[in-house]
């Protein structure tokens, strides 16, 4: 799947992509699949320090903007990192800020504790 115009449309930052999508046509709602790049260096929200990604995961539902005429819903699969000196969380996910939103990590709500 091609998924250039996708990343480009939802404001994706390397090594973020979409790896697939769900549309369903009653709810008139589409789900993007979102995951890091295979071998991605990834940082911990709290230091910024990188750390390579792992198979422990967590997965994040947000709404996000209308997508034509769909409401827009980000699955987001965050590789959970093991800092050294935070113990372990999910990723940083960033979106490139538009009109409609800001340059913004997962809700601090979404960290783990």
Same mark, same amino acid.
């Given at each position: 799947?091609?998924?250039? %115009? ?6 994706? +930052?390397?090594?973020?992509? +979409? $790896?697939?999508?769900? @549309? ?5 709602? @589409?789900?993007?699949? +979102?995951?890091?790049?295979?071998? $991605? ?8 320090? $990188? ?7 967590? @997965?994040f539902d947000f709404?996000?903007? $209308? %997508? ?7 699955? +987001? ?15 940083? %996910? ?10 913004y990590p997962f ?7």
């Amino acid at each position: 799947m091609d998924t250039k %115009f996708f990343n480009h449309a939802l404001g994706l +930052v390397e090594p973020w992509t +979409v $790896s697939g999508y769900e @549309i369903n046509e009653d709810k008139e709602r @589409i789900t993007f699949f +979102v995951e890091p790049e295979e071998n $991605s260096l990834l940082m911990c929200p709290h230091c910024k320090e $990188s750390y390579a990604t792992c198979n422990d995961y967590k @997965i994040f539902d947000f709404d996000y903007l $209308s %997508f034509f005429k769909y409401q827009c819903w980000l699955e +987001v699969k965050a590789p959970l990192l093991t800092c050294i000196e935070h113990g372990k969380n999910p990723a940083c %996910f960033y979106i490139k800020p538009n009109k409609y939103s800001e340059l913004y990590p997962f809700p601090e709500s979404y960290q783990l504790k």
